[in-house]
């Protein structure tokens, strides 16, 4: 029996010797944040509904975080870290429930202290070569459970990463394989056109292999913005049932409450508003995720317009006024240009002032620039609560919202389609706010009617 245990043991420790050189070969560690993994940690959150989502490498004697969501902490020491549990079993996303009971973490200071960790689940991502090296993982501060599609979702989205690293090996190699071609290599000489020649058809290879693995990565990336909408969308069946079940308690049981019963029967009810509110908004951004809609020549007011008549009721019942001044030619993309306008006027009547009748200018400028393209300046602007000018940054970020939530409904979701719609139209967004004064919105989008004339000409 010793026997059986010393050879398991150097098994396990020749193991780690490998997968520490794996992470190691990937150049990664301590790297700086990259969109690709910010992306797959907001979609973990997204989906799995949890308030911290984490991209994490284990190394030697620390886990560090290469992608976060909801937490300040880069990492912590490997010897706490729930995710070296999870990469033992590479098959498996390992979940747990409530780790407040769990005998394994129940005594781990990441549950006893801050950040007070009670749910946890992790997908493990693998090498080529079967070497775990790290997790995509969501967290909460209260136990709960994943249904079987959001562990699919964590465990497509590990696979994503798996094919991240790839393609980043594959990039380091060819990075390599020009510096042999460049003669920095002082071993190839004595024979350096013959050795040229086959680096350049093994970088061309590898050029092709790369080109291949980024139309996989384009589809995978496709596929987890078809799943997210299919996901979003199958929620809404559940939401409603419990939305009616709701209203018919109300109109023929309410009599029949508590006045405690009524209170959480109200609350039940204003929980699935909120639902639904960010199941649409989170299916309208999945709408705008990729710019593939045809541009067109339209105005100002017949985008705006639209938008104004969506929330005609609204409208009315703040006695809002809206000014369009400047009406004139915009080249974009109709139908998200009246979202982005809609989404910007909704924000305008949620948030203004108590007694004070809210008032929305927007304009529209041409502007013919010294250097470079001419481009339209749109400013949106309402005198309603407002925010810190020092958030104006964070205010296009996913699910960021700058109000209490018992202040205002919101789901954090409309300003980051904005700012979505601008980038697929190649512009820019910035947001200029006075709390208690009101926000000024500029939009800057170039004028592609004339680059598509110009290029005609030329």
């Known amino acids: 029996m010793k026997t059986t245990v010393d050879e398991l ?11 520490l050189l794996a992470l190691q070969s990937y150049h990664i560690a301590d790297t700086l944040n990259e969109k690709e993994y910010d992306d797959i940690a907001k979609l973990a959150a997204a989906i799995c509904g949890t308030p911290v989502s984490l991209v994490t490498f284990v190394d030697e004697n620390w886990q560090w975080f290469k992608a976060k969501v909801g937490t300040d902490f880069k990492g912590t020491p490997r010897e706490i870290a729930f995710c070296e549990h999870t990469i033992r079993i590479p098959d498996e996303v390992m979940v747990v429930e409530d780790a407040a009971i769990d005998p394994r973490f129940a005594a781990n200071p990441l ?61 380091t190699e060819l990075g390599l394989a020009n510096k042999l071609l460049r003669g920095k290599n002082k071993l190839i000489k004595d ?20 080109s291949a693995k980024n139309a996989e990565l384009e589809q995978i990336n496709k596929e987890l913005e078809s799943f997210a909408y ?12 419990i939305q009616t079940f709701v209203s018919i308690l109300q109109e ?13 029967l109200q609350k039940i009810r204003t929980s699935a508003e909120r639902m639904q509110r960010l199941i649409q908004d989170l299916l309208q951004y999945s709408r705008t995720a990729v710019p593939s809609c045809a541009f067109e020549e339209t105005t100002l007011s017949l985008v705006f317009n639209p938008a104004i008549e969506d929330l005609r009721d609204e409208i009315e019942a703040r006695g809002a006024r809206i ?18 306008f809609y989404n910007l006027l909704s924000n305008a ?29 749109i400013e949106f602007s309402d005198n309603g609560i407002g925010f810190d000018n020092a958030y104006s940054d964070r205010i296009f970020t996913l699910f960021q919202r700058l109000s209490s939530e018992d202040m205002v409904a919101g789901t954090g979701i409309g300003l980051t389609i ?12 910035k947001a200029f706010g006075d709390l208690n004064v009101g926000a000024r919105f500029e939009i800057c989008i170039p004028d592609r009617a004339q680059a598509v004339k110009a290029s005609q000409q030329a």
């Open 191 to 210: 024979d350096r056109v013959r050795l040229q020649g086959e680096l350049q058809v093994q970088a061309m290879e590898r050029i092709r292999e790369i």
């Open 323 to 340: 000014e369009v001044r400047n009406d004139g030619r915009l080249f974009v993309i109709g139908f998200q240009f009246h979202q982005l």
């Open 9 to 19: 043991e150097n098994k396990l420790s020749d193991y780690e010797k490998n997968r």
């Open 252 to 264: 023929r049981e309410m009599a029949k409450l508590s006045v405690k019963g009524a209170e959480h």
């Open 230 to 241: 299919i996901t979003s969308h199958d929620l809404q069946e559940p939401l409603r049932k």
């Open 111 to 171: 549950v006893t202290e801050n950040p007070n960790i009670r749910f946890y689940a992790g997908a493990p991502f693998t090498t080529a070569e079967g070497y775990t090296l790290g997790t995509v993982c969501v967290l909460d501060v209260v136990p709960r459970k994943l249904s079987d599609q959001q562990t699919d979702a964590l465990r497509i989205l590990s696979g994503q990463v798996s094919e991240l690293l790839k393609t980043r090996r594959m990039y």
């Open 418 to 429: 904005v700012r979505k719609i601008v980038t697929n139209h190649h512009g820019t967004v």
């Open 349 to 377: 009547l949620k948030f203004s002032r108590k007694n004070v009748t809210p008032h929305i200018i927007i304009s529209l400028e041409y502007v013919e620039a010294e250097q470079g393209s001419p481009y339209f300046r």
